[in-house]
């Protein structure tokens, strides 16, 4: 057990995996075949659990935990069959930090109380069709009138989107100050007039968590839904994503833990050419290889969990680094546990196939490895380093 955990950890470790058991997992098949999870219910139980205020203070409803617990709560949650789940309620958490740091309390109380009473569902809006990675180019904008923003645009790839309640929507107030300083977080319930949900996406993982396109039509909201200052929406949205990458870290390497043990499990039953497949070097080796590299990857998590609650100044470095080997390993560690179940590592059913698909999308959603790379050089000032010595 790692010094960041005790009792009390394990404590709400052992009640998530024992939530995650039996209200999870003996569903999961059904809702990925359904491709839709009953998430307003699903969130009212983990509401319920004090599982989506973990870290926020007791006045606004949390639990007023450090952030050890909801890294925990992310591992625990991340041992789900289906990822969809866990990835519902990180894009969930995600919507709420700028919120609960800057937001004013007439927000907080209208929309964040029952945001983290599990009463509703929330979403982040930031990508857009032509807007991944590069958040500076989001074209989604709000006008001030009178007493008014008023919102046009669309997003894409929203998760949550068609059981969201609200949306924590980057949007450009300003056509003056660049693309760092124009921008705006502002929260827009998902009811109003001019909102249109798009049809659900369908996806090659992540079957059950829906996401689906959101257009803003002369979409009017009061201004005093704005989320702390004007202009100040592109810092907050960075500072928002050290948290989602922590918690797609995290339940990434439960996932992946799962695969490497589910497939140990195989091989030692399935037997060809007279022994069974865990008797051949090449696979035990590589399963070694896996699990070396997996405990890599904790003790990065860790490291960088340890450098959030201190607010360190390697924090954002830390959390890029175990986001980038996160989404790395999923790339390489389901296709290879697939590849020791033959035909059956092909077929829909079975659970090693579903982790293939889900995790597939950790390389990409909440900052792609390119980009993670792109973070790491600049904290590591490598790029500052090398385009002054070439002036």
Known sequence: MSDLFGPEHESMRDMIRRFVRSEIN?????????????????????????????????????????????????????????????????????????????????????????????????????????????????????????????????????????????????????????????????????????????????????????????????????????????????????????????????????ALTDAVDLTAQYVSERKAFGKALIENQVIYHRLGDMSAQLEALRALCYQAGRAVMADSKDMVLLASMAKYLAGKLALEIPSACAQYFGGQGYMEENRITRVLRDLRIVAVGGGANEIMLEVIAKEKEWIGRRRSRSN
């Open 26 to 254: 003996p569903h999961a098949d059904a809702w990925e075949e359904a491709g839709v999870a009953p998430l307003p219910e699903i969130f009212k139980k983990v509401g319920e659990l004090g599982l989506l205020g973990i870290n926020k203070p007791t006045e606004l409803g949390g639990l007023g935990l450090d952030f050890s617990y909801v890294m925990v709560a992310a591992e625990a949650l991340g041992e789900a069959h289906c990822a969809s789940i866990p990835f519902a309620i990180g894009a969930h958490l995600s919507a709420i930090p700028a919120i609960t740091k800057y937001g004013a309390k007439h927000l907080q109380e209208e929309y964040l109380l029952p945001a983290i009473k599990g009463e509703a569902v929330a979403c982040i809006g930031v990508s857009e069709a032509d807007a991944g990675s590069d958040v500076s180019a989001i074209k989604t904008r709000a006008r001030k009138d009178g007493g008014d923003y008023v919102i046009n645009g669309a997003k894409m790839w929203i998760t949550n989107a068609t059981h969201g309640k609200w949306i924590s929507l980057l949007v450009n107030t300003d056509d003056e100050n660049g693309p760092y300083r124009n921008k705006s977080l502002i929260v827009v319930p998902l009811d109003a007039k001019g909102v249109t949900i798009g049809q659900p996406l369908k996806k090659l993982g992540m079957h059950c968590s829906d996401t689906a396109p959101i257009f803003f039509d002369d979409v009017r909201v009061p201004q005093s839904n704005l989320i702390g200052e004007e202009g100040k929406g592109f810092i907050y949205q960075m500072q928002q994503f050290q948290e989602e990458r922590m918690w797609a870290s995290l339940r990434t390497l439960a």
